[in-house]
């Protein structure tokens, strides 16, 4: 049975009176012709871990493109902190904070796993791509790549080749890598997908930690996950925010088991709120 919903400070579970720390307002997408994300209005509370969920080809993953700039929005605006980030560049919206992991793990895999965190660490400092810098220059960043490590339950792995590590642990190491660059927002891409069981806890139980002192938007699959994270959910259906809530009411809402319906995941969600 999974958990229930995260009570407590974070998840409030009535409409919060701060401004949101990044906020949608009308964002819309076209592809010649078709309409992928269609007038979505997100509103993220720092603090707070949010879900992104919905079929597939609801617009999710797009949705994040959007944010991150990876793709140019076609109508509508983004804001950070209430300001405009709309018509900026991906790395600057980085180097606000803002940083996202994707749905494929994105490591080095013949570098070592310490490795891997350490050109994490040295994107802020603009060297990231110094390889020609002796050894001894990253000294000073070992001990945090190492703490990171620890953090992630990948210390004992630090010299081994990251090519070599199982599926799980290459998804931590990404989330150790996401962590070196400071994020004030993480934007998890299906961090769970492609997992069993044992793997999918670890995970939860890393953003759990990781979301200490942060702001999370995530898409994902497993309701189980979602049900056990996340204080606010926002469901997308053909491009369009469905529903939003927690997950007591957004499980419970018949549009969205509607727009699930005949899918693994409608089954589930029945599943899971009737534990809940």
């Known amino acids: 049975m999974p958990s229930p919903p ?14 949101p720390i990044l906020e949608t307002r009308g964002l819309s997408k076209d592809f010649r012709g078709f309409t992928a994300v269609d007038d979505v209005n997100l509103q993220i509370q720092e603090g707070h871990i949010h879900a992104l969920i919905g079929p597939n080809g609801a617009g999710k993953t797009t949705v994040f493109n959007l944010l991150t700039r990876f793709l140019p929005a076609t109508r509508g605006e983004i804001l950070y902190r209430g300001k405009s980030i709309t018509r900026m560049r991906s790395h600057e919206i980085a180097r606000l904070g803002l940083v996202r992991s994707f749905q494929i793990s994105a490591v080095f895999g013949q570098m070592t796993v310490l490795e891997n ?9 603009g060297t990231s791509f110094h390889f020609w810098k002796p050894k001894s220059s990253l000294d000073s960043l070992n001990e945090r790549a190492l703490q990171l490590l620890e ?8 010299h081994r080749v990251t090519a070599g590590l199982p599926y799980g642990r290459k998804r931590a190491l990404e989330l150790a890598t996401t ?8 934007l998890l891409d299906e961090p769970t997908q492609g ?3 044992e793997d999918v806890d670890r995970v939860v139980e890393l953003i759990r930690v990781a979301a200490q002192g942060r702001t999370v938007l995530m898409v994902e699959h497993n309701l189980s996950v979602v049900s ?7 469901v997308l259906a053909r491009g369009r925010v469905l529903a ?3 997950y007591a009411s957004v499980s419970a809402n018949a549009e969205v088991r509607e727009a699930y319906l ?5 089954e589930s969600a029945t599943a899971q709120h009737e534990e809940v």
């Open 179 to 186: 962590l070196a660059l400071e994020p004030t927002v993480m």
């Open 244 to 246: 939003e809530g927690d």
């Open 228 to 234: 056990r994270l996340c204080d606010r959910i926002s």
């Open 6 to 19: 995260i009570q407590g400070p974070r998840a409030s579970g009535g409409a919060s009176t701060t401004a």
């Open 195 to 197: 997992m069993g069981a």
């Open 151 to 158: 953090q992630v339950g990948l210390r004992e792995d630090a």
């Open 262 to 266: 005949g899918s693994e995941v409608s």
């Open 117 to 125: 965190v350490l050109v994490a660490l040295q994107r802020p400092l």
